[in-house]
């Protein structure tokens, strides 16, 4: 299985821009999901989670701006960002982890806020 993020792009600070994670095949028995990203010569950050049980978690850097939400078995998972900061700048990468703990991680999409 491959994913997929899309929907990254230049955005002015305060704009929104909402990301998607497509994958290759369906994918089924899904544990968690999630957002990280990295920004340059920062190590990669987890941005949001939801668990099999709708656990959904946030660090402080992004609660109140970022939503995290299931989407289907062909595109899973996906990233609604609000109120954006040139801090937010990063390559975003969507992970699914199956229940048998297989991790799947998908090719980054380019997020770039200009202030």
């Known amino acids: 299985v491959q994913l997929q993020a899309s929907g990254g792009g230049l955005v002015q600070a305060g704009g929104s821009l909402r990301l998607s994670c497509a994958a290759s095949?369906?994918?089924?028995?899904?544990?968690?999901m999630g957002w990280h990203r990295q920004a340059p010569g920062k190590e990669r950050e987890l941005v949001a989670s939801?668990?099999?049980?709708?656990?959904?978690r946030y660090p402080d850097s992004v609660k109140g701006r970022f939503t995290i939400s299931r989407g289907d078995a062909k595109n899973p998972v996906y990233l609604q960002m609000n109120s954006l900061k040139p801090g937010d700048t990063a390559v975003y990468y969507c992970?699914?982890?199956?229940?048998?703990?297989?991790?799947?991680w998908g090719k980054g999409t380019q997020v770039t806020v200009s202030s």
């Open positions: 992970n699914v982890q199956l229940i048998t703990t297989v991790d799947y």
């Open positions: 095949t369906k994918i089924f028995d899904i544990n968690a």
């Open positions: 939801i668990s099999s049980g709708l656990n959904i």
